[in-house]
Structure formats: structure tokens, C-alpha cells
T-cell receptor
Framework: DTGVSQDPRHKITKRGQNVTFRCDPI?????LYWYRQTLGQGPEFLTY????????KSRLLSDRFSAERPKGSFSTLEIQRTEQGDSAMYLC???????????????FGSGTQLSVL | AQSVTQLGSHVSVSEGALVLLRCNYS??????LFWYVQYPNQGLQLLLK??????LVKGINGFEAEFKKSETSFHLTKPSAHMSDAAEYFC???????FGAGTRLFVKA
């Protein structure tokens, strides 16, 4: 178990630029989640995948955000035309999914800190 | 709307003292409840989760939480705080895991 890894750890970009983050889940985990966390708040759900299928997207996920998990393994989260309000920590988590049902344990990566100038 | 509320954004205790971190959930939140801990520069880790097998749940590092349906609460406790417990603690619940805003625990020597 090498854990969930996210890349990069930090990203500084100018407003209007596109950014892409990568998440590598624990290898046998079929469910993958993206969360966003701002200072003083808990993580907010953005979207999740069951294998390669994106099953749900939060209303927080505007059209500028897109997530993919093409082969059911790693996932990418892209933000187009970044805005200052996108500055946050983006967290990825994975789980065994249906095996535990709603009480599934999430394994989190250390996150990607995005700063939009 | 579903929500999880943590009372107190900061809690400070002396080493060896009781730790009590409060969490309440809205009645619309399904009773799938968790406590996660986040140490500096690390990802969130699961401390414990409520599985309905028992209302008192024991987790790692000596923490435990009691599910009280009548009070819609899931407070986290530890009898004796240790310096290494200093971290941010998140209560969470429901499908796709709704998180509270977090409580930062400070432990004084």
C-alpha cells in the first residue's frame, strides 16, 4: 500500500491559465473522489468515479472544471480559465467502494495547493 | 440540507487532560459517521467510524466517539491528551462524506 499520491504538491498560476492535477489512487481501489478544501473549512465534495465512470458531480463543479479517469486507475482534474476563487487545496481520495457500502473508509492524498494570482 | 457541524474551530487542552471535540449532524444525514485527523503536511486519516454495531466506537490512538441519535451527536473524546495529538480533526457523515469545518486541537505542555 503506497498510499494515494497527488501531483503537483503546489501550483501557482495566473488568472485565466489552465491547470491540471493528477491523482494516483491505491492500486486496488475502484472508487476515486475529488474534494476541494479552503482555509478554515472542511473538504467539499466535487466529484467521484467508480472505475472509469464519473458517477456524480457536485454543483460546485462549474463548467470550467473537468475530471477524467480514463482507464480506471489515475485521475486528472483540469481547471480552465482559472479564477482567484479557485485558489484552494484540491484533495483526492480513494476507496474500495461497494465492498464497504456507505461506510467506506476514504484514503486521502496530501493534496495539491493551488494559488491563482 | 445535510450538514455536519463542529462546535469550536479551536480547542486547547493541557497534556494529560481530557479531549472533547464536539460534532452534531443534521437529521437528514444518514448515520454513516466518521472522524478524520489531519496532521500538518499530511493527508486526512480515518480515526474511527460508526458502524451501528455499537454506539461507542473505539478508534486509533486512544480516541473514541459515542453516537447519540437522540442528540444527533457524534462527539470525539480521549481521556488523556498527548502532545502528538495536536492536529486538525474533522467530523464527517453521509453519502460521499460531508465534512464539518474542522477543529484544531492544541496540546499544551
Amino acid at each position: 500500500d503506497t498510499g494515494v499520491s497527488q501531483d503537483p504538491r503546489h501550483k501557482i498560476t495566473k488568472r485565466g491559465q489552465n491547470v491540471t492535477f493528477r491523482c494516483d489512487p491505491i492500486s486496488e481501489h475502484n472508487r476515486l473522489y475529488w474534494y476541494r478544501q479552503t482555509l478554515g473549512q472542511g473538504p467539499e465534495f466535487l466529484t467521484y468515479f467508480q472505475n472509469e465512470a464519473q458517477l456524480e458531480k457536485s454543483r460546485l463543479l462549474s463548467d470550467r472544471f473537468s475530471a477524467e479517469r480514463p482507464k480506471g486507475s489515475f485521475s486528472t482534474l483540469e481547471i480552465q480559465r482559472t479564477e482567484q476563487g479557485d485558489s484552494a487545496m484540491y484533495l483526492c481520495a480513494s476507496s474500495t467502494g461497494d465492498r464497504e457500502g456507505p461506510r467506506e473508509k476514504l484514503f486521502f492524498g496530501s493534496g495539491t495547493q493551488l494559488s491563482v494570482l | 440540507a445535510q450538514s455536519v457541524t463542529q462546535l469550536g474551530s479551536h480547542v486547547s487542552v493541557s497534556e494529560g487532560a481530557l479531549v472533547l471535540l464536539r460534532c452534531n449532524y443534521s437529521s437528514s444525514v444518514p448515520p454513516y459517521l466518521f472522524w478524520y485527523v489531519q496532521y500538518p503536511n499530511q493527508g486526512l486519516q480515518l480515526l474511527l467510524k460508526y458502524t451501528s454495531a455499537a454506539t461507542l466506537v473505539k478508534g486509533i490512538n486512544g480516541f473514541e466517539a459515542e453516537f447519540k441519535k437522540s442528540e444527533t451527536s457524534f462527539h470525539l473524546t480521549k481521556p488523556s491528551a498527548h502532545m502528538s495529538d495536536a492536529a486538525e480533526y474533522f467530523c464527517a457523515g453521509g453519502f460521499k462524506t460531508i465534512f464539518g469545518a474542522g477543529t484544531r486541537l492544541f496540546v499544551k505542555a
